[in-house]
Nanobody
Framework: QVQLVESGGGLVQAGGSLRLSCAAS????????MGWFRQAPGKERAFVAA????????SATDSVRGRFTISRDNAKNTVYLQMNSLKPEDTAVYYC????????????????????WGQGTQVTVSS
């Protein structure tokens, strides 16, 4: 069992930055690939970025590539999402998730591949 707790969300002006953190419980954090998803009002949950167990491979959706960076610190049981050059369309609830069964980075874009989810943190970008 893994418990995930996100933090770092808030209100920021367009062009600003935020860093989201997701702290995981348990001693097997490095056994899980991690991902970030987001859900805007009235929309489905959408993939943002993912990172492999070692942190050596990452993936990001086209709309955030070059602006958002996913990273992890296995010693701290934490995954991060650094978000720069934020836009109003980035406004959403952001969720982190852990996958114990997906091994290919390409499969981590699919929410059904994840076993555990955090409660979400709100990010609001004003224009």
């Amino acid at each position: 069992q893994v418990q995930l707790v996100e933090s770092g969300g808030g209100l920021v002006q367009a062009g600003g930055s935020l860093r989201l953190s997701c702290a995981a419980s348990g001693r097997t954090f490095s056994s899980y690939a991690m991902g970030w998803f987001r859900q805007a009002p009235g929309k489905e949950r959408a993939f943002v970025a993912a990172i492999s167990r070692s942190g050596g491979n990452t993936s990001a959706t086209d709309s955030v590539r070059g602006r958002f960076t996913i990273s992890r610190d296995n010693a701290k049981n934490t995954v991060y999402l650094q978000m720069n050059s934020l836009k109003p369309e980035d406004t959403a609830v952001y969720y982190c998730a852990a996958s114990g069964r997906a091994w290919r980075i390409a499969t981590l874009t699919v929410w059904a591949e994840y076993d555990y989810w955090g409660q979400g943190t709100q990010v609001t970008v004003s224009s």
